[in-house]
């Protein structure tokens, strides 16, 4: 006997885990769908030139990537938006504009093993490509809070600071500071309130003091003040905060961008993205506005099981053959095919056991219901019911329509 | 400008073919679901040893391997059941057996670039751990036949060819073939009436004739008839037929291994498993009976798009606003937002536009009714309601109940 090791940083996803997960996906597929957003998706694995100089350095530099058996530089997608700017730049034509396209695919980064530090993340990425108003920006904010109120989490739980990196951009040509330079006076207004003030200032230097105040005092745009009238209207305003101090790492953010937090500050950023008006333009050949967003698995995970939100529900479709006789097995394998059918979950003995310990595995599985088939199956099509929870046992005739169980009776 | 490909042998999937994809994931899931089998997951990376001898050579000359940064070898997972045996055999203490588990993974390998030849897919995994008896074999069988029902594929479209390697051990070790030369027999057979007799021939050598005999003359074994007792209670004997010239390739299956097929061979293989007892043991750790089967996206997707079925639904919930006025842009945000509450999918027009080039756009988009938000709405609670299909348009109240549209009145 031998045992194997999972590599670290990957997840295995246990029944439980993976239910769960499962639950957070369809809830996030169902808002994406109310919102009339397209499922789209592309390979886990692409040319490692395609997150070169794209993505900002703190991605590149963190990159899952190798060498390939045909000698080509790869990488495990760090990110969904380059695999979207390309696959929609090859296929925009096909189709009217704006795109509204979500993916969930699993993203991975190699770094420095850490304790607990994941190397793999599921991410509900939500994009609209083709629109350059504010209009899709308040529609992708929209879109996030239906997925937050569907999970249970109201504006006294999480909000969205919006910024505008355009604000910025203004402000450092006023100030005359060289494009080169931009990158890193974003990256260091990123830390403002997060690193020392005095860290921040060694970065920012003359204008330190200048950047704290706009920061601390609230300070806003017209673009951002246009887009709170938008939130308004979609009745979301609750959730949402001007913070100039938002800019988001990533290097090809254009306009606004936001962030969303649980407001205690107990957990890190819940969801992050905005608009990225050259990333089309750049890799996918083709000048389209654009702008999205990304929710990771993790950090709402451990938000939700905080909260006791999203976990499983009783099933009352979920029964328990019960088989008291072997004599009775090809009669309770009939009545699972009519259960089954009819779309009840139906859990089978597949083997003789003693009566007792059937019963036992139904009470283990969670099943709302035990049906037990003995000899009356065949002479008046008629089984045992026992409610699991009440432990109450009638005897009921199964409906049938069509070979498919539609209800049953008490008889 | 500058464009990107993605790499050989891995798929984009737009909209259409990612909608069709969710809608088989969703199909699988289901009948997973009324079988009552638990969803798990795994890393789609694993260290290249668990793939190592276990899998069988075809599979380990093909693997998609490489060293990553740590110096490790790994490789991007090309089969499913070794993760599986490694979970199940760390955690299975937690669980009553057997255990009954699904996954939807996707799959990798490396092999020499062949036009149209893919190095990914999606395979639905369906697995019973710790069931030594023939009614496992059975249950993942009826499972298998759920799934083709609901896909709308009868008997006279597809069967599934049941056969036995205790057969052929028993009868190896009758003819005092040895051990080690069992595999290359196996290899022999699966080749049977797929490769001309000839070179068949060469490999088994005296027992060529007598192996041919056995395989056309449709021979079976005492477990195989047993078997099929059970899958007839399922009622599901229509799409069985022993075969004993299925043996599948893979080096791990000891008992039943069955392999589902297109009855008109216009395909590859659609499905096939088995049952491989000893694999807990040599990678799990824990020495457990387990058998599963998987079943790919491709061949599937094929067969189904061949026969025009799992097309996409029409959504009568599938609504497009129109907005005749800009000043109306705040009302319809909110009319949105109270039918997306409701369940509706809605589509908005992000900006302004000619209200031709709207209704253009919701019969673009496929949408079900064009719903048109104008000055009536803040007054009287009214909107105009356009069949896109009969192009009839109404005047209709909203019913608002709770935040969210239930439904709507004719005035």
């Known amino acids: 006997m031998s045992t194997f090791q999972s590599l670290s940083g990957f997840r295995d996803f246990l029944p439980e885990d993976c239910a769960f997960r499962d639950r957070l996906f369809a809830l996030w597929r169902e808002s994406a769908r109310r919102f009339g957003f397209d499922p789209y998706d592309g390979p886990p694995l692409e040319p490692l030139e395609l997150y070169k100089k794209k993505s900002g350095e703190e991605i590149v ?13 790869v990488a495990l997608r760090p990110e969904m938006t380059p695999t979207l700017a390309r696959m929609a730049g090859a296929a925009q034509r096909a189709y009217k504009k704006p795109l509204k396209w979500f993916s969930i695919p699993q993203l991975f980064r190699y770094e420095r093993a850490q304790r607990g530090r994941l190397r793999e993340h599921f991410q509900w990425n939500c994009d609209i490509i083709g629109e350059p108003g504010l209009g899709a920006e308040a529609e992708l904010l929209a879109l996030m809070v239906d997925a937050f109120r569907a999970m249970g989490l109201g504006a006294a739980e999480v909000e969205i600071r919006v910024s505008d990196r355009h604000f910025w951009k203004d402000y450092l040509a006023r100030h005359s500071v060289p494009e080169d330079r931009h990158y890193d006076f974003f990256q260091a207004i990123d830390k403002v309130g997060r690193d020392p003030d005095e860290v921040v200032r060694g970065k920012l230097g003359a204008l330190a003091d200048d950047v704290f105040r706009i920061i601390r005092e609230g300070g806003s745009s017209p673009r951002l003040e246009e887009l709170l009238g938008l939130v308004a209207a979609y009745g979301i305003q609750d ?10 790492g990533l290097a090809y953010y254009t306009g606004v961008v936001f962030e969303a937090h649980d407001r205690k500050g107990e957990f890190r950023a819940i969801a992050g993205g905005g608009r990225y008006d050259d990333l089309l333009k750049n890799i996918g050949g083709v000048d389209l506005p654009a702008l999205g967003f990304g929710m990771g698995d993790v950090v709402i995970t451990e938000i939700l099981k905080a909260k006791g939100r999203l976990g499983p529900e009783p099933d009352p479709r979920h029964v328990h053959l019960i088989i008291p006789d072997e004599a009775h097995r090809a009669a309770a394998l009939e009545v699972a095919t009519l259960l089954r059918a009819g779309g009840y979950r139906v859990d089978v003995p597949l083997a003789a056991a003693k009566v007792g310990r059937q019963f036992e595995a139904a009470q283990d599985r969670g099943a709302h219901h035990a049906i037990v088939v003995d000899g009356a199956w065949s002479t008046q099509r008629t089984v045992g019911l026992k409610d699991l929870a009440t432990r109450a046992q009638v005897s009921v ?3 049938v329509e069509e070979g498919r169980v539609t209800g049953w009776e008490q008889v």
Request: glycine share 8%.
């Open 397 to 399: 005739r199964l409906r």
């Open 61 to 73: 530099k963190q990159l899952y990537n190798f060498i390939d058996k045909g000698n080509r530089e």
């Open 239 to 248: 959730f949402i905060r001007i913070d100039l101090g938002i800019v988001r």
